[in-house]
């Protein structure tokens, strides 16, 4: 136990290392602050709304990470192969999962990091009025969260391919579907199917969950789906790794 | 150490290495020769557990490397084809990696990397990025991630690639000396590599395990090897050759014409079991019966050139013959 959590922290920790050694922690940042703070103020006219809450906030992040949260996922398996070093990390004593694991977590640190920068909004709202901190520190934690099931997505797509302008758009293509498979134009599609089918695709949508944890509602059963979807995703990457090593 | 039986590996209809089996101990450099496309680094990724076989097993220290993958990493060194490294990386960065994965900490990190370090002459770029070195740096860097924890076995896919030529002959001296208590494997397509570190030879071609011996061995196999060219003063020609193909133990006698009044001849041993008779003592005692004055003797070695010449252009001989599927995939 204590070997593998040590494996995981050696990888994770280059890895997350990594991101500052390069533009791109800085730029993804950047433009997270940035478009958060347009949409927010710009496009939600978050002063109008004369209301001392976060919610037009958290709305626009599922969106956002849409395409943001590929653009971070998408290099990770893919870039191991184009480079070669994927050959150095799957002959080390350490296994494929504790490094799926690994640079998924780094990921993750890192989305929570550019997250944890959003902090002067909390400053604003408690500034302007009084909100409900405990709703916006559960709207945080749904935005995590997303942005981890995303994340997984994104993980499984680059696994899939060296090309990261494929796995970048397969990726938002996966994560669009679990935005809006809940969504009645998407369900319509299936209108044919039985009502258990109808159900199913629509109980893969993120929004729900999401929506409960914007209301300050933390249910297990919303934790449950977030930790399914990345289970799932990061135990597909796994299949896909271990499948196509050489390739 | 190493054991490698009947690894196959096919990637969809190619078959890229086709029921290898060899082991390596102890005290061991053994050269991985062949063409390009032979299978050389398809070989190696099997017995790394990069890559798994299609059939066939691979066992380093009694670990089976895909039932039982850690333990079997664990004392192997590998050096991948192209030297891969983390590009945004300094060397620094990047070798204490390696040794934290390894689990190595503290001060014991730090003299395993400044051991390696010094070994692969690499204090000139350590705070360098991997993406900003020259090629023989880059290469150096992923050969001392190889040996840094110093493994009992290593892997090196051809080791003493992108070196200029000094480099090349360190990186060859301390391959040589490391395989004194190392199992080694390394492949290269270079023959001098093999004479200057290599202890035994295995020759593969298009998948096949070809030839398997000390390059001693291997020399002797050369069409060439022990046949004696010597240059006769006063005989004709004709009496030379005729006295020559007489002896037991010659096959034939070449006349190479005449150099400074001396009549050049080049006398070719039967082989027996592959090995070609010594025809030395026997041609120097005809010649001293009949009075023969000569200038020039020389048994040639044979040339591990022609060896590999050889074996492989035999093999795709047989190859176009029987229709194999054809390698077309870069
Ligand atoms: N991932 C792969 N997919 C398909 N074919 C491959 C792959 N890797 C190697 N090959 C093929 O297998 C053969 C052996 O390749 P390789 O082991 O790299 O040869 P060598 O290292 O001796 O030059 C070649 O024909 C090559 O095209
Ligand atoms: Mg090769």
């Given amino acids: 136990m204590e070997r593998r959590c040590r494996n995981v922290w050696t990888i994770a920790k280059r890895e997350l290392a990594g991101y500052f050694m390069s533009p791109v922690a800085y730029v993804f940042i950047i433009i997270f602050l940035v478009l958060s703070g347009f949409f927010t103020f710009m496009v939600s006219d978050f002063f109008a709304t004369n209301e001392a809450s976060l919610a037009p906030f958290f709305f626009w992040h599922q969106w956002l990470y849409l395409f943001l949260v590929p653009a971070i996922g998408m290099r990770l398996w893919s870039e191991e192969r184009r480079s070669g070093t994927i050959e150095l990390l799957l002959t080390m004593p350490i296994t494929a999962g504790q490094a799926i694991i690994a640079k998924f977590l780094a990921a993750w640190v890192f989305l929570g990091l550019a997250l944890i920068l959003t902090f002067p909004m909390v400053i604003t709202v408690n500034f302007l009025g009084n909100p409900d901190n405990g709703v916006i520190a559960a709207g945080y934690l749904g935005s995590f969260l997303t942005a981890g099931a995303y994340l997984s997505l994104s993980s499984l797509t680059s696994a899939m391919t060296r090309n990261q302008v494929v796995s970048f758009i397969t990726a938002v293509v996966l994560c669009m579907f679990l935005l809006l498979a809940g969504w009645p134009p998407v369900t319509n599609m299936v209108t044919w199917a039985p009502y258990w089918v109808i159900d199913t695709v629509a109980g893969v949508s993120v929004v729900p969950h999401y929506d409960a944890l914007q209301r300050g509602v933390i249910a297990i059963r919303d934790l449950v789906y977030f930790a399914s979807v990345m289970g799932f995703a990061l135990f597909a990457t796994g299949v896909i790794v271990h499948s196509r090593r050489g390739a | ?330």
């Fill in chain 2, 1 to 330: 150490m190493i054991e490698a039986l009947n690894l196959v590996k096919w990637f969809g209809p190619i078959l890229a290495v086709n029921d290898v089996t060899f082991t390596v101990e102890r005290g061991e450099v053994l050269g991985f020769l062949g063409p390009n496309g032979a299978g050389k680094s398809t070989t190696m990724r099997m017995i790394t557990g990069f890559l798994p076989p299609s059939s066939g097993t691979v066992r380093i220290d009694g670990h089976d490397v895909v039932d039982d993958p850690i333990p079997a990493r664990e004392n192997v060194g590998y050096l991948p084809e192209n030297a891969p490294g983390y590009p945004e990386m300094t060397v620094t960065g990047f070798l204490n990696f390696v040794a934290e994965v390894h689990g190595l900490g503290g001060q014991d990190k730090r003299d395993a990397v400044g051991r390696v370090v010094e070994m692969c002459h690499l204090r000139p770029v350590l705070h360098q990025p991997i993406d900003t070195l020259s090629k023989g740096y880059r290469h150096r860097t992923c050969f001392a991630q190889s040996i840094l924890p110093d493994p009992p076995i290593l892997v090196l896919d051809e080791p003493t690639d992108g070196l200029d030529p000094n480099q090349k002959r360190e990186v060859r001296d301390l391959i040589r000396e490391m395989g004194k208590e190392k199992a080694i494997i390394l492949s290269t397509h270079i023959l001098e590599e093999v004479d200057a570190v290599c202890s035994r030879v295995i020759i593969i071609d298009n998948g096949q395990l070809v030839c398997n011996g000390t390059p001693d061995e291997l020399r002797k196999r050369a069409p060439g090897a022990g046949s004696v060219t010597v240059g006769i003063y006063d005989h004709k020609a004709g009496e030379i050759k005729d006295v020559f193909s007489g002896l037991k133990g010659v096959k034939r006698v070449d006349v190479l014409g005449e150099h400074n009044g001396a009549v050049q001849v080049k006398v070719y041993p039967v082989r027996q079991d592959g090995n070609p008779l010594e025809l030395g003592p026997v041609l120097a005692n005809v010649m001293k019966e009949r009075g023969m004055v000569f200038g020039e003797f020389h048994t040639e070695k044979g040339r591990l050139e022609e060896v590999f010449y050889d074996v492989t252009r035999a093999e795709q001989e047989v190859a176009s013959d029987t229709e194999k599927v054809s390698n077309n995939v870069g």
